[in-house]
Structures are given as structure tokens and as C-alpha cells.
């Protein structure tokens, strides 16, 4: 009994030390995959810097370096910055489905109808009466573009002098 | 048996966010090294069992391939290799219940606001509508999390209770009391910034995964991939509804907790900050609701007491951004904007 523990522990260890091994390797030649409808890859790690290229969900982009919340990455022929929250390590997939809603994002590829959301929202509105989809399609639709957040924030004195006009 | 606690654990004591940490990575390191591998997690509901099965030969080809490249072999490797089979299935169906998206958490929380709208009706002036989107755009910016799926959404409820709330996806809802209430653009902002941060912490993901968890059982992971599969027919829509209705519970019975209270009410500040608004708004917006006796009710009676909320806030200290200066611009687009509300909703 002992000696089969202490052979099963030998494993453990060796185990333990082949997985380190193995993680250290996998830091370098990052590609992360955009996870949002509608990214932007900003021209500097700031949230009010200039937008340089819009990737598409599922984009797979290669990460140059970090700083803080962002990664530098190389889409195509642009480098710009990209927020952490906005990709994953994990492979995004696309598809033919479009999602439900009115929302920029209806044309999209994506997977959405493939994990059952359609038939969630077709379920909810064929029971009715509980739900407004028609208000959330308005409120989906509501959104303020970037050059008039930044214009609204300028006039109400909210950005420092050192951002530039047009979010440069 | 030892190498299978050790696997399983370490995946179980894992974040429950889209990036598995700790071991977690480590398995997908063994299978990123084959290079020949791809990741099927993702492609899973659109594969066969065969194809499934082919690709999981694949992998354990690749695994060891990498074990023999680093001298590892004979039983040992036989050992590694049963192990990382057993930890990859129980990896995969713990995962499937925890695995929550962008596209997801937009999609249940869709509907979720979709029930919300239906409780209360939303406020027609597009004026003020977009007025609070444009602020609650900005605070979002600033945030952790500066965009979701598509984006932050603001909607103004037509009802005097006095509350502000947040969907996973992006969704905030401000009431037509709660705006009353508040002075300044400032303190909007601060009000939008708290609920901003429930959505950037993902505090009520976190709470539809927990759910997930708890019906799916960790110890009957093989029948939590089938729950939470990717067909959207019999289990899986019931499963999503069981999301939506984690939500739902949240919004109108529990909450989010004390902890996540505060723990909004700091990150709000700071995203406030980040912004250019002065944080120290939030805590006067605190000490209103404090004595505001519509707020005892509702939504909020799930809140830590807005005393101590204020206290917490006032001991934390945040100053106004260097550059900060007070604005006739922003003080009168304010006014302008919540003229909309009307008369005083007594």
C-alpha cells in the first residue's frame, strides 16, 4: 500500500512539474479573437483615443504587447489598441445565423442562434404578456457615436486638456 | 486517483470567467502545443459524436507527442494521458455550465429587461432618454468594461420609486424617482457609474453561472454539458429561462448582496472619476436616499443602509480629476434635459 502511494505521488509530482513546464511556454505569440459585436482598436491605450479600425466578431488578432487593460494588436495591415474585455483566448465562431433584435449587430455573423437564443426570445414572445420586446428594441437602438460622446464630454469640461480635439 | 484530485480541483478552484486560470490553462496549454488540435470546446454543439471523438484522438495524440518531446514516457505518460482524458471531460462539463459570453449574458439579459419593460413602462421624452444614454455612455467608457455584446443601453422608467438598475449585457434602467432625486449631472453620473459597475464586475453573471451550477451539480457534470448544450430545444431552453429567471431574482427579490453593493458603489466612483465627474457625488446622492422615505421600499430594501454606504464612501476618499472644474454647460444641459420630468411626482 505504501509503496503503490508513494508511486502515485512520484506521478502527482511529475505531473505537476510537466504542466509547469508546458504553461511557461504558452506565453509568447498571444492571438486573442474578438468577442464583441462592435470593437474598437483605438489609436492609444485610452478609452477617448481615436478609433483606427472597427474588427468584426470573431476576428482572430495578434497581440504585440500589453499595458494595463489593453493589448496592442496587429489587425491586418493596422496596429492599434484594444480593450481585454472586448477579446478571448478562446476561438469565437461564426456563422449564417443573425441574432434577434434590433440592434447594429442583426447583420452580424454569429453563432447566436446555434445556442437556442432564438427560440428563447420566439418562446417568450409566443407566451406574451409579460414581456415588452418593442421597448427593448428601442432602447437597443439608443446609442450615442463616439466623435458625440466625445464633443459632450469636451463642452461639459469633463475631458483634460491634454486630449485633443477629434479624440486624437 | 491522486493525479485525478489534484486535475480536478485545480480546474474547480478556477475563476468563473471566460478565461479559465490556474490549471485550467495549463490543460490548454498541453493541447495548444500540438498545434494540430483545434479548439473544440467552442465547436462542440455543431460536431457529431464521431467527430467529437476524432478530435479528442487528436488530442491525446498531440498530448503525447508533447510528453515524449520533454522525456516523459512509459507508464508515467500512460498515467498523464488517463488523467488529462478524465480532467478534460469533467473540465468541459463544468465549464459548459459556467461558460457565459458576451453574446450570452446580451441575449438573457435582453429578455430579462424585456420583463422589466413590461413592469414598468418606459418613459417616452427622447430628449431626456437620450440625455441619460450619452452620460451613462461615458461613464461606461471609462469603466472596466467598456463595451458589452452591443453596447450599453439607458432607459428611463416612468415610475416615481426611487431606484437605478442594472441587467448583464449592458441594460440600466433609471427611474423617473431616482432622477428627481439627483442634482446634478454629476450625481447622475454617479448613479449610472454604480450601475455601469454591476455590469462590468459581471455581478449578475456571476449570479446566472452560480444558478447554472447549482442546477447542473458538479458531480453530475456529464449531464451538465447536456443541459447547457448548445441545441436551443427541450433542456436548453428550459435551461435558458432558468437564466433569465436568475436574473429576474436577483432584480426583484435578493439582490446583488451587501458585498457587491459596495463593491459597485467604489468601482462607480472610480469610473466616475475616470470620467471627469467629481466622485465625491455618489456619497451626497448616499446621504438623499438616506432620508428619502420612497426609497425604503421597492428595489433598494435589498441595499446595505445608503448611511453606511456614504460612510464607506466618504472613508475612501476619491477626489475629482486633476482637471476638474465646475461647468455652466453641464449644469444647464441638466436642467434642460430632466425639465422633461415635469412636476414633482408627489
New interface residues.
Given amino acids: 500500500m505504501l509503496k503503490r502511494s508513494a508511486r ?2 512520484r ?2 509530482v ?3 512539474v ?6 511557461g ?2 506565453a509568447f505569440g498571444a492571438q486573442v479573437h474578438v ?6 482598436l483605438k489609436k492609444s491605450p485610452q ?2 483615443a481615436a478609433t483606427v479600425a472597427e474588427p468584426a466578431l470573431g476576428d482572430t488578432l495578434n497581440v504585440l504587447k500589453k499595458a494595463g ?1 489593453w493589448y496592442q494588436v496587429k489587425a491586418g495591415d493596422t496596429t492599434g489598441w484594444i ?1 481585454k ?2 477579446v ?6 461564426k456563422s449564417r445565423a443573425s ?3 434590433a ?3 442583426s447583420a452580424d455573423d ?12 420566439a ?2 414572445r409566443k407566451n406574451g ?5 418593442e ?2 428594441d ?3 437602438a ?3 457615436d463616439e466623435a ?2 466625445i464633443s ?2 469636451r ?7 491634454s486630449a485633443k480635439k477629434g479624440g486624437k | ?3 485525478h484530485s ?2 480536478f480541483l485545480s480546474m474547480l478552484a478556477g475563476q468563473p470567467s ?2 479559465a486560470e490556474g ?1 485550467g ?6 493541447e ?2 500540438s498545434k494540430s488540435v ?2 473544440n ?3 462542440s ?2 460536431e457529431d459524436e464521431a467527430a467529437q471523438k476524432t478530435a479528442d484522438d487528436e488530442k491525446d495524440a498531440a498530448v503525447d507527442k ?2 515524449k518531446g ?1 522525456g ?1 514516457d512509459g507508464t ?1 505518460a500512460d ?2 494521458q488517463k ?1 488529462l482524458g478524465f480532467a478534460r471531460r469533467t473540465k468541459k462539463a463544468v465549464e459548459s455550465a459556467r461558460d457565459l ?4 449574458e446580451r ?1 438573457i439579459g ?2 430579462a ?3 422589466i ?2 413592469k414598468y ?2 418613459f417616452g421624452d427622447e430628449g431626456l ?2 440625455y441619460v ?2 452620460v451613462g ?2 461613464v461606461a ?2 469603466s ?8 450599453y ?3 428611463v422608467l416612468n415610475t416615481e420609486e426611487v431606484n437605478a438598475l442594472s441587467i448583464p449585457g449592458g ?1 440600466i434602467f433609471v427611474t423617473k424617482g431616482i432622477l428627481r432625486l439627483v442634482e446634478s ?1 454629476d450625481e447622475l453620473a454617479c448613479v449610472l457609474a454604480h450601475e455601469v459597475a454591476h455590469v ?1 464586475l459581471g455581478h449578475g453573471s456571476e449570479a446566472i453561472v452560480e444558478a447554472r451550477r447549482m442546477k447542473a451539480g458538479l458531480g453530475i457534470a456529464a449531464d451538465a454539458s447536456k443541459t447547457y448544450g ?4 427541450g433542456k ?2 428550459a435551461a ?2 432558468g437564466d ?1 429567471k436568475a436574473v429576474m431574482d436577483i432584480l426583484m427579490r435578493t439582490g446583488y448582496g451587501h458585498g457587491k453593493e459596495f463593491e459597485a458603489d467604489a468601482k462607480g466612483a472610480l469610473y466616475a472619476q ?4 467629481d466622485p465625491s457625488a455618489l456619497t451626497a446622492v448616499m446621504r438623499k436616499l438616506k432620508s428619502s422615505a420612497a426609497s425604503q421600499g421597492g428595489f433598494l430594501k435589498t441595499h446595505p443602509k445608503a448611511g453606511k454606504r456614504a460612510q464607506q464612501l466618504e472613508e475612501a476618499a476619491l477626489e475629482p ?3 476638474y ?3 455652466e ?2 449644469d444647464m ?1 441638466f436642467e434642460s434635459a430632466l425639465a422633461a420630468l415635469g412636476g414633482s411626482g408627489e
Fill in positions: 502515485e505521488a506521478r502527482a511529475a505531473l505537476i510537466v504542466l509547469a513546464v508546458l504553461a511556454a504558452a468577442q464583441i459585436a462592435s470593437a474598437k478609452w477617448f487593460c480593450h474585455s472586448a478571448t483566448g478562446k476561438k469565437t465562431k441574432t434577434v433584435g440592434t447594429q449587430t454569429i453563432t447566436l442562434a446555434g445556442k437556442g437564443f432564438n427560440e428563447l426570445e418562446d417568450y404578456g409579460t414581456v415588452n420586446f421597448a427593448i428601442a432602447m437597443e439608443r446609442s450615442v458625440r460622446l459632450f464630454l463642452k461639459g469640461a469633463l475631458l483634460p486638456k | 486517483m491522486i493525479i489534484i486535475l471566460a478565461s490549471f490553462d495549463v490543460l490548454h496549454t498541453i495548444d502545443i483545434t479548439d470546446e467552442e465547436a454543439g455543431s508533447a510528453l520533454i516523459v508515467t498515467d498523464i488523467s459570453d458576451p453574446a450570452d441575449q435582453r429578455v429587461a424585456a420583463e419593460l413590461a413602462s418606459p432618454n437620450k444614454q450619452t455612455q461615458a467608457m471609462a472596466d468594461r467598456p463595451q458589452t455584446f452591443s453596447g443601453h439607458f432607459q441594460f449631472e462590468a448548445s441545441k436551443g430545444t436548453g431552453l435558458l429561462r433569465v475616470r470620467t471627469g465627474y480629476p486633476a482637471w472644474s465646475e461647468s454647460t453641464r444641459r
